[in-house]
């Protein structure tokens, strides 16, 4: 079955700490990936997205991804965490010919001042 | 421009009874999207419109469930007969079109927690 992975359930990290979130998926074929991300009390974000071309993408405050083919991985990162990126993460991806978006089970990030 | 809204924020029922969840896209996407986000399940997908279309209902987890798009705008989502296990938070999305050769993103609402006792 065609599925979404993200490795860690919970992270805590201190600020100015480098984040990096894994995502695997299992579909084969052309997809498009994404990370959305939901802070306390608000609705989800989009962060990134990855449609084609360059695998390295930028998001919103501060925020990268990674696009390996090879590895079937869509990683976040950040260099320098805030206080304000505590919030729960969420990979997602669209299948090839697929219209709704399949989610990975969420990170929670907790960042300590 | 104002985003996909979801009414009401929080809805308590008891067991057994209905509930219509609304959802209010962005103007002029034409697909809506419902999902469904709880402990134990994550987020997961229920059903989409094309238009007033929805051409797969598969992702509804059983016939008490349904939804309707009017207008090619606002949809509701009707849970009949109402379970402890319906609690979630219910997710609307919409995008500006679901072709699937097409680059765009899902934009969401507030979502819509369901508590069921």
């Known amino acids: 079955a065609q599925s979404v992975s993200q490795h860690n359930h919970h992270v805590i990290l201190s600020e100015a700490a480098s984040l990096e979130l894994g995502c695997n998926y299992s579909y084969g074929g052309t997809v498009n990936l994404f990370w959305y991300v939901q802070y306390p009390g608000q609705h989800l974000q989009l962060l990134l997205k990855y449609f084609s071309g360059d695998p390295l993408v930028k998001g919103i405050k501060g925020f990268e991804a990674e696009f390996i083919k090879s590895k079937f991985s869509f990683n976040l990162r950040k260099p320098s965490v805030q206080w304000s990126d505590t919030a729960e993460y969420f990979c997602a991806v669209r299948g090839p010919n697929d219209y709704k978006l399949s989610f990975g089970a969420g990170t929670t990030v907790t960042v300590r001042a | 421009g104002a985003g996909v809204s979801q009414s009401p924020s929080n809805k308590v029922t008891e067991k057994g009874k209905d509930v219509e969840l609304r959802c209010d896209p962005i103007?002029?996407?034409?697909?809506l999207y419902w999902y469904r986000q709880s402990l134990g399940q994550g987020l997961e997908f229920l059903i989409y419109f094309q238009g007033n279309s929805a051409p797969d209902k598969s992702g509804l987890p059983s016939d008490r469930f349904s939804a309707e798009r009017t207008g090619g705008s606002v949809s509701t989502l009707t849970i009949q007969r109402t379970q402890q296990e319906d609690s979630a938070v219910y997710l609307c999305a919409s995008s500006l079109t679901i072709q699937t050769t097409s680059r765009y993103e899902q934009y969401f609402g507030p979502g819509t927690r369901l508590t069921v006792t």
């Open positions: 103007s002029g996407h034409t697909a």
